[in-house]
């Protein structure tokens, strides 16, 4: 009996210190991350990085990881007896917004993935096929084929009793009926948002490295040989926009990786119900690395990205002269206003002064 006690307890202290940190972990993600990808969206669409195509893929991947994180959040209401996911309407959208959202930020870094793959792979193609145009197009096409991948979801969705240590409590589970159709469903979406994906990423990425490589020989070469007058190069063979490529495929291709590190662990580990309770918790614990890969990019581009890094600083910087050149034109106004006033009210003694003497 002692043994069998000691055994049935490590589960369950397993199982408190996770609760725990799930309880404070999720918040603090939701919140930190979701404002690192707003900066993200800013820097990337409101600053000379939007003349790039690669930040409209970014941009996009963080306005829906912002989506993702969202959805985190509602879950993790429950935990503090807020059950508004398992209520009508809410368990459907939320259900279908997770799977969107996941959808599309996996498709998204397979979408900077291929374009970084012809930037380094094609160099004398990277202007005419890796513009902004093109990317806007590749983001709205894979947000609409998104939208009608994910949709079957809000059919196989619902909130239903379920009768836990003798209570009926009310989960967003699987539809009464639609198991079946579920099932079907959630091995394509393996399919589509992990096999297919990864398989692409994983064999560019090698691609992409070999290529980086090449280029750091390209330039050390293209840098010590004086002979060639740098204006009769073509913009291709240019050192500094080597140099640049090479820096924003390094970036691209740490989040890539990333991605892929924190993702594969919650696909590896999927199981069918009622898995054992030591596959559950490992379950669980994977799921908080695949929550993380939503909300850590904005660090991955601040630590690997010197571009990333001068063009928020110039931001925040721009913003702040602004505001001080407004707070200067408004004393300026209103010392203008008081030397008019008193230039005025001079005028007006003057005027008086002169009509009575």
């Keep these: 009996m002692t043994e069998t006690k000691k055994e049935g307890e490590v589960p369950d202290l397993t199982e408190a210190i996770l609760r725990g940190v799930q309880l404070y972990y999720t918040p603090i993600l939701v919140y930190l991350g979701s404002l690192g990808n707003c900066l993200s969206v800013c820097v990337f669409f409101g600053t000379k990085l939007r003349r790039s195509s690669s930040s409209i893929y970014l941009g996009a ?66 202007q005419s096929m890796c513009t902004v145009a093109r990317a806007k197009t590749v983001v709205i096409g894979l947000t609409i084929l998104g939208i009608m991948t994910c949709s079957p979801t ?126 559950e918790l490992a379950q669980q614990v994977c799921n908080l690395f695949f929550n993380t890969n939503f909300g850590i990019n904005f660090i991955l581009y601040c630590t690997t990205g010197q571009n990333f890094r001068s063009a928020m600083i110039r931001m925040f910087l721009r913003r702040s002269h602004g505001k001080s050149d407004a707070a200067g034109r408004n004393s300026n106004h209103g010392n203008i206003g008081k030397y008019s006033i008193l230039i005025n009210m001079s005028n007006t003694n003057h005027i008086f002064n002169k009509k009575y003497q």
């Excluded at 912002?66 to 429950?78: A, K, P, Q, R, Y």
């Excluded at 939320?94 to 970084?116: D, G, H, K, N, Q």
């Excluded at 291709?236 to 924190?262: D, E, G, Y």
Aim: glycine content about 2%; hydrophobic content about 50%.
């Design 154 to 279: 809000l059919w196989f969705s619902s909130p239903r009793l379920k009768t836990w240590d003798k209570e009926n409590v009310t989960e967003c589970l699987v539809a009464e009926g639609w198991e079946a159709s579920a099932t079907i469903f959630n091995s394509i979406d393996a399919i589509l948002t992990f096999v297919v994906p990864f398989t692409v990423i994983v064999v560019l990425n090698i691609l992409i490295a070999r290529a980086i490589y090449r280029l750091a020989k390209v330039r050390r070469t293209l840098t010590t040989e004086t002979r060639a007058p740098q204006d009769q190069m073509s913009c291709s063979q240019n050192p500094r926009n080597i140099f640049a490529q090479s820096k924003i495929t390094k970036m691209l291709l740490i989040v890539s990786t990333v991605f892929l590190c924190l993702n594969l662990p919650a696909y590896a580990i999927r199981a069918d119900n009622n898995p054992p309770r030591s596959i």
């Design 61 to 126: 991947l963080a306005i829906s990881d912002t989506g993702f994180l969202i959805s985190v959040f509602v879950v993790w209401l429950n935990m503090v007896n807020i059950g508004i996911f398992n209520e009508q309407g809410f368990c459907q959208f939320f259900i279908y917004l997770t799977t969107l959202c996941s959808f599309l930020s996996v498709w998204f870094v397979v979408a900077f993935t291929v374009e970084r793959f012809v930037a380094v792979q094609y160099p004398f193609h990277r």
